[in-house]
């Protein structure tokens, strides 16, 4: 027979686990809203996203530019490609999607060379992925243009036009234009998501809560659209 003293222990025994519970719950709850990007169905300025202080204004019709600011060297660039391909899969036909290298250190200025080189000659879609891989699966390192010339020969390019291209003033000229950018937005990490020339998306939200707010915010610039029609 259970003694009075052994019932107390037991109840209070029930009311510890059951309060361990309820907390291993609400922070599974909060972790599970916070990797997956459930949140409520607007962005939040300051929170999700900053504003471009005079941004230049679209033309209501005109597509709506979603930039994304990366580097061949940032294993975070990589592990977000994938599921900004999928997304990119089902972008509206409004948007216009961009990818910005940035010039960090002398490395990535080299990898964003290589990125407009391969850009000019349509040879991303060969090698873009496979950059990737190579640096951050296989601990490959890229230190000159003949490197990276040697590993993408063959793959949509030679060796010869890569070399060629990648020291053209054209693209020189286009890595400037990327360093510009960069510091006008004032972009110190990535991967990091523009919208419209407008939005610079806060990305500590999580990878795929910041593709959600990019979605909001290609919503808003299409509301805005219909609230100023043209002419």
């Keep these: 027979m259970t003694s009075k003293k052994d019932r107390q222990v037991i109840r209070t025994r029930n009311t510890i686990l059951a309060f361990v519970v309820m907390v291993a719950i ?3 709850g909060y972790g599970t809203i916070y990797t997956t990007g459930v949140a ?4 939040i300025p300051g929170d999700d996203y900053r504003v471009i202080d005079n941004a230049p204004k679209r033309r209501p ?3 709506i530019e979603v930039s994304e600011f990366f580097s061949y060297g940032c ?3 990589r592990n977000f490609d994938p599921l900004l391909e999928e997304w990119l899969e089902d972008a509206p036909d409004t948007v216009r999607f961009t990818r910005t290298p940035v010039v960090f250190s002398p490395v990535w200025i080299l ?3 290589t990125y407009y080189t391969l850009e000019k000659l349509d040879a991303l879609e060969q090698n873009h992925t496979r950059i990737f891989r190579a640096i951050h699966d296989n601990g490959r390192q890229f230190l000159s243009p003949d ?5 993408v020969d063959g793959e949509g390019v030679t060796r010869e036009e890569f070399l060629r291209v990648f020291n053209s003033p054209a693209i020189r000229r286009k890595v400037t234009e990327s360093e510009t950018a960069q510091r006008t937005l004032q972009i110190v990490s990535v991967p990091t998501l523009v919208v419209a020339d407008k939005y610079v ?8 809560r910041s593709l959600e707010i990019v979605d909001l915010l290609i919503a808003k610039e ?3 659209d219909e609230e100023e029609p043209a002419g």
Excluded: S, T
């Design 147 to 151: 490197m990276i010339a040697d590993y």
């Design 26 to 28: 609400l922070v599974i």
């Design 201 to 208: 998306v806060n990305m500590d939200v999580g990878r795929k």
């Design 61 to 63: 019709g005109e597509a």
């Design 222 to 224: 299409l509301a805005g």
């Design 75 to 77: 294993v975070h660039c």
């Design 111 to 113: 990898l964003a060379q």
């Design 40 to 43: 409520e169905g607007e962005a």
